[in-house]
């Protein structure tokens, strides 16, 4: 027995001999105690060291330098992107945890003069607004439409920020526009900070506090505005925006968050079959093309620039069915948007019937306007017979922004409430269930307890009258202690 600790026996050394390597590469050497010492597990290598960089995903694809490795460097807030220009993984491993311990020791400046000084040149110039949403445009694989509209929401909220007026914004024939955006392109991008573009938003919010409705307006505006604006500083773009120009830190809108949104719930105030049958008798031989589109977003769920360049080639009348899909004319909103609608019995004879009065036409809709795939913002081929649509269905009661949108939504609802929510997101060809749950889905069944039925009938209070009969009536409060005559 140990002297020292009575009751514990020491491994002996015929006992150490019979340890595998494995259980002696654990033991230490014996502390003061005599007692063997566990060592712990090595930690995982960190960025300074070059086995970090030999793992799988760390070092990148050069595009600039064929087979070539790059890696991505983010330290103290910042992120930058450093060719490696060599294709033996080791060498670059090593090289990227040299760069890294550059950074830290000398610098993000000292560091890029020292690893890529070829960008010391665009480094000391200040970017602007216009170099990057050029170079954001570039480097982004997003629809033209797309980053149209990034580019729009960025330079509003860049104008409304820096104070620009807008007045000749509009002024495109005598060269307001041009002006416009040019002063707003000129505008430095170290000069948006962060707190600058919140401001702006709590300005636009609080500006609409007296009025409940104009607040959920402008909330879903600005989320709108900060969505939108935030896709030209991307995290798959912004890498590669650098690599051109210097952006600067913080980003515009780095802490700047998204206000919580109303409810986007349908919430169906129309009768869609009263709507159809008015359609029929006012539309459907005074004005085909309005009924056609009516028809194509209430019956059909399509969207307006699905309805715009919808071919007759996509109708298949022996089987009752209609195909959204890509074409030469248009690129639908998403690769889930693509799918094949089931006609019924009356729809695919209406539209067999206006077929036949067109046999030679390529398009659904009759416009004289040709297609103008070409032109970066969204112009519709049919634009004159989507406002009459939506005039007409204004004067049907439909009073909501997009009224010819509605329809879509209404038949979404009907949809859902028949088929159930899993045939609507189908019908509709959302991308996510959740975006049919959260809008379209709208309960068209009437729903009343019926534990309590016949109860209050017999209330005192209650009076038979017929109110679809009854104009409403004013009500005048009665000054005290004064009876009604």
């Not at 996509?314 to 248009?330: A, M, P, V, W």
């Not at 309960?443 to 409403?472: H, R, W």
Request: aromatic share 8%.
């Amino acid at each position: 027995m140990n002297a020292q600790n009575p009751g514990k026996s020491r491994p002996t050394a015929s006992h150490d001999a019979n340890l595998s390597e494995h259980e002696m590469a654990g033991v230490d050497e014996k502390n003061g105690s005599g007692m063997a010492v566990v060592a712990s597990k090595s930690k995982a290598p960190g960025k300074g060291d070059s086995r970090y960089w030999l793992q799988a995903g760390k070092l990148v694809s050069d595009t600039r330098w064929a087979g070539a490795f790059a890696c991505r460097i983010q330290s103290q807030g910042r992120r930058e992107f450093f060719p490696l220009r060599t294709s033996n993984k080791a060498a670059a491993a090593a090289k990227a945890a040299k760069i890294y311990n550059d950074v830290s020791a000398l610098g993000w400046d000292a560091a890029i003069a020292k690893h890529k000084p070829e960008t010391l040149r665009e480094t000391g110039k200040a970017a602007t607004v216009g170099e990057l949403i050029e170079a954001a445009c570039a480097a982004s694989t997003a629809r033209k439409h797309s980053l149209e509209a990034y580019s729009k929401a960025f330079r509003r909220v860049v104008s409304e920020v820096a104070g620009i007026q807008d007045g000749r914004k509009f002024d495109a024939f005598k060269g307001g526009t041009k002006e416009w955006r040019e002063r707003v392109d000129a505008v430095p991008l170290a000069s948006l900070l962060p707190a600058d573009v919140q401001a702006w938003k709590n300005r636009r919010l609080r500006a609409m506090d007296t009025d409940p409705l104009a607040k959920r307006r402008a909330i879903t505006t600005v989320n709108s505005l900060i969505r939108n604006a935030k896709a030209l500083f991307g995290k798959k773009v912004l890498p590669l925006v650098e690599q051109k120009i210097t952006v600067p830190r913080p980003l515009p809108f780095d802490d700047v968050g998204m206000e919580k949104g109303p409810s986007l719930r349908y919430v169906s105030k129309v009768d869609a079959y009263a709507i159809l049958a008015r359609a029929r008798e006012e539309l459907a031989e005074n004005e085909p093309e309005a009924f056609k589109v009516l028809i194509l977003a209430l019956v059909c769920g399509l969207r307006r620039s699905e309805i715009d360049h919808l071919l007759w080639r996509t109708f298949d009348f022996s089987r009752g069915l209609l195909h959204i899909e890509n074409t030469e004319y248009q690129q639908l909103k998403s690769e889930d948007s693509a799918g094949v609608i089931d006609l019924d019995t009356d729809t695919a004879a209406l539209f067999k019937g206006y077929r036949a009065r067109a046999p030679k036409s390529l398009f659904v809709i009759e416009s004289p306007n040709p297609p103008r795939s070409e032109r970066k913002t969204r112009c519709y081929r049919c634009n004159a017979v989507f406002e009459r649509v939506n005039e007409w269905l204004r004067v049907q009661g439909v009073d909501t922004m997009k009224p010819l949108h509605t329809m879509r939504k209404e038949i979404g609802s009907i949809i859902a409430s028949e088929h159930g929510i899993f045939e609507a997101s189908r019908y509709l060809r959302h991308s996510d269930i959740r975006i049919t749950s959260a809008i379209y889905a709208d309960k068209k069944k009437t729903v009343t307890p019926k534990a309590f039925a016949g109860l209050l009938a017999s209330a005192e209070n209650v009076l038979e009258a017929d109110f679809t009969k009854l104009a409403p009536t004013p009500i005048v409060a009665q000054p005290k202690g004064r009876k009604s005559e």
